[in-house]
Nanobody, 114 residues
């Protein structure tokens, strides 16, 4: 089975940066799309950013210009560089990897203080 391990979350102040990482392990032949989603208390889970196997990216309007998603296929890892963080970015961030099937990470907490 495929497992996703996330890391990089933490507590920062407004304007600071964090980088999230998510690494897939197990049997997976081809990862077509990798992405990050987030969910704040009392809110729906929302898409933050995705990156395809062709390195095409898309972002939520709220993070455009501040966040950057990237992937390392050899390491089966996706990253989310988060700059100029705002309190509104506080949430649990979940990694998603899509091959033939979809897989989710366990989530990592990001908290941004004012």
């Amino acid at each position: 089975q495929v497992q996703l391990v996330e890391s990089g979350g933490g507590l920062v102040q407004s304007g600071e940066s964090l980088r999230l990482s998510c690494t897939a392990s197990g049997t997976i032949f081809s990862i077509y799309t990798m992405g990050w989603y987030r969910q704040a208390p009392g809110k729906q889970r929302e898409l933050v950013a995705t990156i395809t196997i062709a390195y095409s990216t898309n972002y939520a309007d709220s993070v455009k210009g501040r966040f950057r998603i990237s992937r390392d296929n050899a390491k089966k890892t996706v990253y989310l560089q988060m700059n100029s963080l705002k309190p509104e970015d506080s949430a649990v961030y979940y990694c998603k990897v899509s091959g033939r099937l979809n897989y989710w990470g366990q989530g990592t907490q990001v908290t941004v203080s004012s």
